[in-house]
């Protein structure tokens, strides 16, 4: 099983960034993305339900990202709008074959984890 996170760079503020996640060697229930700033506990960001496309969000970024799949590329993607300088974080992409819903949100759930791709958002 492999994820392949891509897309982060630099951004000025209220720029914008598509992440994506490349999954590859089995199908999941969910795939994640979480963030990780210097010296924070990595915090979830937003969650998708691979089979019926179900979205979930942080209260941070609610209305300003968008989790979305493509099934035929077995790809994640998080598209970023509005971004702020506190959005800077390394983000990862995570997924599990059996996660429950009311885990999505908790990091040590997932079993299988990209290597990350760093946002930074500039003011």
């Known amino acids: 099983v492999q994820l392949q996170a891509s897309g982060g760079g630099l951004v000025q503020a209220g720029g914008s960034l598509r992440l994506s996640c490349a999954a590859s060697g089995r199908t999941f229930r969910f795939v994640g993305w979480f963030r990780q700033a210097p010296g924070k506990e990595r915090e979830f960001v937003a969650a998708i339900r691979w089979n019926g496309g179900n979205t979930y969000y942080a209260d941070s970024v609610k209305g300003r990202f968008t989790i979305s799949r493509d099934n035929a590329k077995n790809t994640v993607y998080l598209l970023m709008n509005s971004l702020r300088p506190e959005d800077t974080a390394v983000y990862y992409c995570?997924?599990?074959?059996?996660?429950?819903?009311?885990?999505?949100?908790?990091?040590?759930?997932?079993?299988?984890w990209g290597q990350g791709t760093l946002v930074t958002v500039s003011s």
């Open positions: 995570a997924a599990d074959p059996s996660i429950i819903l009311s885990s999505i949100r908790m990091p040590r759930m997932y079993e299988y």
